[in-house]
């Protein structure tokens, strides 16, 4: 997935999908090198949550790189 950042907590950001427009909680630590309107890429298992705003586990962000 690549996204832009739209906000930075302590373990997660909420990005938007560029190819949907969906918002996203990521959850992963050590998020705080991120900040907001980088562009990430996101790589995680499929599997998204149900709640709004849907949410996943990322396994890798390469910084400013999307895929």
């Given at each position: 997935m690549c996204a832009a950042v739209l906000e930075v907590n302590e373990d997660s950001l909420l990005i938007?999908?560029?190819a949907t427009s969906q918002e996203v909680i990521v959850n992963?630590?050590?998020v705080c090198k991120f900040r907001v309107n980088d562009r990430v890429g996101i790589v995680?298992?499929?599997i998204m949550t149900r709640s709004i705003p849907p949410q996943i586990n990322a396994s890798r962000m390469p910084f400013?790189?999307?895929f």
């Open positions: 938007r999908d560029n992963k630590p050590c995680y298992n499929g400013n790189r999307c």
